[in-house]
């Protein structure tokens, strides 16, 4: 086998180390860009990763869109795989490594039953969507010839659904109170809830309402839910470019006759405001959570793409 | 272009409709506020306000009914509210809606307890999707047939995908109706030709697979809500026709970034083929271009050294306008394409404000863009 080529110099994230990480946070936080950042840093430090998005998330990320990633693993990058998962075509595929008769499959296929099955039972498609999720990360894919990979990071649905998405296994287990479903149901529960192999990591914005909602959802995780929060990132922190002496400077440019100089002043005061706002935000969140709290800059670009988490993904710590 | 006062004007009824973390909660209660100091008798559904908003208002204790915000509230903001108007808000419930439902459709308290102590009806009644768009709904329906207020303004579930909201009464009613589950406890007539020759054989598969455990729990469920359906069915399909009346008017909420406009773009053209009346759109914090002209580092640098005389402190200024600049084409240019989209219809500008908004000031403040015409909101929000 081939020496892997580290190309990562920094800080080793420890907990890059687990098998399976859900990244999640309020919609509009830049999760997505997050949970593709968090892989390109994995694969920079030597793993094999995927990057699992659920389909029909909030909003299906344009990065995802862009490479085209549908219900099949591809390489999205150097060494960064991904898979956008459907509930449906995980079905199918649960069902054919349950049944080993073509015929059988066949005849279940066709009728049209996985359709009916899943929208009279709530829920189903969010566990089999962890059900696919379990079985990438597994030492020994169920899949023929499935590539073995060492870390999956899932771009999980937003807060809300999240929860529920993440709770599905233990709802199964509870109504389904034996059988096959119940059995499955439980042992990816227990996936769920191993903090040693699998963990979290919540992104959020330093604003007023993200920072409320961050606290809530890892008292929630780390209590209800069970699920190790190993991070909160908080993103899109603008750059602290000003003392007190500059501002002061900065301020007499709304005297300037020049109307560009006039808005290259206005322009520095309100980032400057938003910055002070930002740090406030920053310590208020240090203090109401209780897992390691970073910080992630803002990118200026117009919109945010693979070139930009490739940017964020050797800024994370 | 109008202003959202006139957008409103004659309507009963405002749902703002959009992705998460837009700003529709914000713009909501902004909404409510500003029609409420018009002289109209408000009130704003809301699904999670965050906290510091809800302390404002002086809402802690918010719950499932509607409660009025103090008037002197206003007062201490120096709001001028005209007679007759009142705010009113509540924080929607979708447990305790959904609860109320089956009570309300019940034949007597035997079926009603049935369905509430049954066990998948607990793990679902708060998590099913689309309950909690339909339970908003369903409020919202109750509150408008009360006729206690001129206006309801309805700040939608953050769901994953803003159309949920608009076939979540269908969705439901045909949940509850459990057809598709007949299949799996009576495989004949009609079930069985639904699901194809060999249908027996099947579903003997399918219940090797998934346990006939949980199949018998369903059914069990789907019984306990069967007395229920009609009643339910009836409900929804007012519900839905309130969604497409005359006096319902839809608003969309957006952030200025590229795919929080295509969103927009998407779900206004969804509205139009379902016959929904569309108000306007609204795009939240958006970056005002502050001159015409590109702005150059070097050459900004340079000019900017001569006033503030510290060419790194010129230089970082220079480029945190820039900066600021690429942000204000994006927006500048998703927003002539979401015009472009949209037609003649409104759009309204609100501009990134300085501070967050979390309080009747700040609500005040977006106002001041919400109810203005286009012209004065640019001048507001260049300062010109």
């Known amino acids: ?317 | 272009m109008p202003s959202i006062g006139d957008i409103l004007e004659g309507n009963r009824i405002c749902i703002c409709a959009g992705s998460g973390g837009v700003g529709k909660t914000t713009t909501s209660a902004a909404i409510a506020l500003g029609m409420a100091a018009r002289g109209h008798k408000v009130c704003v559904l809301t699904i999670d306000p965050a906290k510091r908003l809800a302390d404002s208002l002086g809402l802690e204790e918010l719950g499932n009914e509607a409660s009025r915000v103090d008037p002197a509230l206003f007062a201490e903001q120096g709001i001028e509210v005209e007679s007759g108007g009142e705010l009113w808000a509540m924080m929607l419930d979708a447990k305790e809606t959904f609860d109320a439902l089956v009570a309300r459709h019940a034949e007597d308290a035997a079926a009603r307890d049935r369905v509430l102590n049954n066990r998948i009806y607990q793990q679902i009644s708060g998590a099913l999707a689309g309950s909690q768009e339909y339970m908003a709904m369903e409020k919202l329906f109750e509150l408008h047939s009360e006729g206690r207020f001129d206006l309801l303004v309805l700040d939608t579930p953050p769901s994953r995908n803003a159309l949920d909201f608009l076939d979540a009464p269908t969705r439901l009613t045909q949940f509850i109706e459990g057809k598709s589950l007949q299949i799996f406890i009576k495989p004949t007539g009609f079930a069985a030709k639904v699901a194809g020759r060999g249908a027996g054989v099947v579903i003997s598969v399918l219940k090797r697979i998934v346990g006939f455990d949980l199949l018998a729990d369903l059914s069990e469920f789907f019984t306990a809500f069967s007395g229920m359906i009609d009643g339910f069915q009836d409900r929804a399909h007012r519900v839905s026709d309130l969604l497409s009346d005359d006096q319902t008017c839809f608003v969309i909420v957006t952030g200025s970034q590229g795919d929080s406009v295509e969103e927009a773009v998407f779900f206004h053209s969804k509205l139009i083929e379902n016959g929904m009346h569309f108000g306007g759109a609204i795009v939240n914090r958006v970056r005002y271009r502050l001159t015409t002209k590109i702005p150059k580092v070097k050459a900004l640098t340079k000019s900017l050294e001569s006033e503030l005389e510290d060419a790194d402190l010129a230089h970082e200024v220079a480029k945190n306008f820039c900066e600021y600049d690429v942000l204000a084409l994006r927006d500048e240019r998703s927003i002539k394409a979401l015009r472009e989209s949209l037609g003649d219809e409104p759009v309204i500008r609100v501009p990134y404000l300085d501070t967050d908004v979390h309080d009747i000031a700040g609500l005040n403040q977006i106002n001041e863009y919400l109810f203005a015409d286009e012209a004065s909101r640019i001048d507001l929000a260049t300062g010109s």
Do not use: C
Not at chain 1, 50 to 74: L, M, W, Y
Not at chain 1, 214 to 237: F, K, P, Q, S, Y
Not at chain 1, 285 to 303: R, Y
């Open chain 1, 1 to 317: 086998m081939p020496v892997r080529e580290i190309g990562f110099n920094g800080l080793i994230l420890e907990f890059l180390e687990k098998r399976i990480l859900f990244v999640t946070g309020k919609g509009g936080v830049g999760k997505s860009t997050v949970a593709i950042a968090l892989g390109i840093r994995a694969a920079l430090e030597g793993k094999r990763v995927i990057v699992v998005e659920v389909a029909s998330t909030e909003n299906a990320s344009r990065v995802f869109r862009q490479a085209e990633v549908g219900f099949k693993e591809v390489e999205m990058a150097n060494d960064l795989w991904a898979i956008s998962i459907d509930p449906e075509d995980s079905m199918k595929e649960y069902v054919l490594l349950q049944l080993k008769v073509k015929a059988m499959r066949d005849l279940l296929f066709r009728s049209r039953m996985f359709t009916y099955l899943a929208a009279a039972t709530p829920g189903l498609n969010e566990l089999v969507t962890i059900g696919k999720i379990w079985e990438l990360a597994l030492p020994e894919r169920k899949l023929k010839h499935g590539r073995r990979y060492d870390l999956v990071i899932v771009d999980a649905p937003a807060t809300g659904h999240g929860i529920s998405f993440l709770q599905s296994p233990r709802t199964f287990a509870n109504i389904a109170r034996v059988g096959p479903i119940h059995s499955q149901a439980s042992q990816l529960q227990a996936m769920i809830n191993d903090h040693r192999q699998t963990g979290s990591v919540i992104v959020t914005l330093p604003e007023e309402m993200p920072v409320n909602e961050t606290a809530n959802l890892e008292a929630e995780l780390t209590g209800d839910v069970d699920v190790a929060v190993d991070r909160i990132i908080m993103n899109a922190l603008y750059p602290d470019r000003y003392s007190a002496k500059d501002l002061k400077a900065i301020k007499r440019l709304k005297k300037s006759d020049d109307p560009e100089i006039r808005a290259a002043g206005r322009a520095a005061i309100s980032q400057a405001t938003r910055t002070e706002s930002q740090r406030e935000q920053l310590e208020r969140l240090k203090s109401l959570v209780s897992a390691p709290v970073s910080t992630l800059p803002f990118i200026f670009t117009p919109e945010i793409d693979l070139s930009a988490a490739r940017r964020l993904a050797e800024e994370i710590s």
